[in-house]
């Protein structure tokens, strides 16, 4: 089945920095890469997500970038702040006849210090 | 629109015990999902239902049955429950998008078994 990795578990920053998060995934037949965001005592929530014939999507101060020969994609958060502290999950999907089920990555923990 | 809501948002069990996990969506969505989350594991996937009358086990099933009662409901039993199933649970469900599978979770059940 489908591994996904993500580094790194912790990370730290000053606001208005760079976040950068990173994945890979194990199965060449993937297509599809979400990204989810889970604040304290909450449910995880989508943020941005990609497909596999697009290498970057953008929105706003988020972005993903998709390198399927690699069989990485990363997460880029731009101009930081406080409330952008939370776990992030990658996650990546492969299509199985009309539903597919996505496999997570552990998480990482960002803390934007103010 | 509720979204994906979940009941109960706590449980104490004592071992042996057993207990129903509730899950329901309002947004007519075919497939839905369940997942436990352990601290430094992500979300691992238990069961989910592709569509109405469909269920399939996911990366971690034992101890756990499931049954889709209607297009709404997706419910997650413990029928004896052990220590080992403490953890957080979370439902999602997903309508296929262009092949692609965005999820959209609850708010979580977190169960303690003594």
């Known amino acids: 089945g489908e591994n996904v990795e993500q580094h790194p578990s912790t990370l730290s920053v000053q606001e208005g920095d760079s976040a950068v998060i990173k994945c890979t995934y194990s199965?060449?037949?993937?297509?599809?890469f979400p990204w989810y965001k889970q604040e304290l005592g909450k449910g995880p929530q989508l943020i941005i997500d990609?497909?596999?014939?697009?290498g970057e999507k953008k929105d706003q101060r988020i972005a993903v970038t998709l390198n399927k020969t690699a069989k990485h994609f990363s997460l880029h958060i731009t101009e930081t702040q406080p409330e952008d502290s939370a776990v992030y999950f990658c996650?990546?999907?492969?299509?199985?006849?009309?539903?597919?089920?996505?496999?997570f990555g552990k998480g990482t923990m960002l803390l934007v210090s103010p | 629109n509720a979204g994906v809501t979940q009941t109960p948002k706590f449980q104490v069990l004592k071992t042996g015990q057993s207990m129903t996990l509730q899950c329901a969506q309002d947004?007519?969505?075919?497939?839905m999902y369940w997942y436990r989350q352990d601290p430094g594991m992500g979300l691992r996937l238990i069961y989910y239902?592709?569509?109405?009358?469909?269920?399939d086990k996911g990366e971690v099933p034992n101890g756990y049955n499931v049954s889709r009662l209607n297009k709404r409901e997706f419910s997650l039993r413990l029928e004896s429950a052990a220590p080992s199933q403490t953890s957080v649970y979370f439902c999602?469900?997903?309508?296929?998008?262009?092949?692609?599978?965005?999820?959209?979770f609850g708010p979580g059940t977190r169960l303690t078994v003594l």
């Open positions: 999602a469900s997903s309508e296929i998008n262009g092949g692609a599978d965005t999820q959209y």
């Open positions: 199965d060449s037949a993937s297509n599809y």
């Open positions: 990609i497909r596999s014939n697009v």
């Open positions: 996650a990546a999907s492969i299509p199985n006849s009309g539903y597919s089920t996505l496999t």
């Open positions: 947004m007519n969505h075919n497939s």
């Open positions: 239902s592709a569509s109405e009358g469909t269920t």
